[in-house]
């Protein structure tokens, strides 16, 4: 019961932080982007008591359990965003970021049920996988939002709507940046994380329709953000095409994890 009341509360959090964000975003309102920073930490010392409550009555985290990961990552990714927030301008991306880690941390909470790790992949590896994992996915998250706020700071340049939004986003050349080195942040570790899993799918044997799906979108995953990159430094490309680039890259990202919660699994 305090576990769902905690988690609950913590859920609130994050939405009244997603909210407060949206409308700095809309409205432009000071106290809504002062009161945003403040709920999404909040948020984040909720969650890590949270935390604190699931291990003292669970005695330990299962290990490789995708709910974990998901609360994770979404913790992690409104830290990093803070911390970058605090040294650059870039407060109105959290309008695009929140509605992502309220996602994660409710998905999170979905069906806690799950199955004991494999054997055979329970080794000293399969922590490293999984953190390489999850950070990989906080750059592709702060990747995202830069790329989202590209996306729209574009079509307001373009419609030459220079006032509400287009004021309150960062230049282009700014979020193009940020989600360059977000991306060179996260590919290494994705990468990291695509061999990693398949030295477990190997241990395993056969893979089931959902993991093989898992590791085909993870090889989707890959090719976009290494296109994204490749195209970058080899062929200057840059602006939309990079950014619709990195959204999709994201997406896919995030769907093999969502694919491993719906099936009740461990990530691999």
């Known amino acids: 019961m305090l576990l769902k009341l905690a988690f609950t509360i913590t859920a609130l959090a994050y939405a009244s932080a997603s909210f407060l964000y949206g409308v700095y975003l809309v409205r432009g309102s000071e106290r809504a982007k002062q009161w945003g920073a403040r709920a999404l930490w909040a948020s984040v010392v909720l969650h890590a008591g949270l935390f604190a409550l699931e291990l003292d009555q669970l005695q330990s985290l299962p ?22 927030s605090r040294k650059r301008p870039i407060a109105v991306l959290g309008a695009f970021l929140t509605p992502v880690v309220l996602l994660l941390f409710l998905g999170a909470g979905v069906g806690r049920d799950v199955p004991p790790v494999p054997s055979p992949v329970r080794t000293f590896l399969l922590p490293f996988h999984i953190g390489v994992n999850m950070l990989g996915l906080v750059a592709f998250a702060v990747a995202f939002a830069a790329s989202v706020g590209y996306v729209v700071q574009e079509r307001q340049l373009r419609s030459k709507r220079l006032g509400g939004i287009f004021r309150r986003l960062p230049p282009l050349d700014v979020l193009d940046q940020l989600a360059f080195r977000s991306v060179l942040t996260g590919f290494p570790l994705l990468t990291i994380g695509i061999v990693t899993g398949a030295l477990f799918a190997s241990r395993l044997g056969a893979m089931d329709g959902a993991t093989s799906m898992a590791a085909v979108l993870s090889a989707i995953s890959w090719v976009l953000f290494a296109g994204v990159l490749l195209l970058r430094v080899a062929a200057g490309w840059t602006g939309r095409r990079a950014a619709i ?5 994201f997406v896919s990202a995030v769907t093999v994890l969502l694919g491993y919660l719906l099936r009740g699994s461990v990530i691999s």
Request: aromatic share 4%; net charge negative.
């Open 63 to 84: 290990a490789g359990d995708v709910h974990q990961a998901m609360a994770v990552t979404a913790m992690a990714t409104c830290v990093v965003f803070l911390a970058l």
């Open 245 to 249: 680039g990195t959204i999709l890259g």
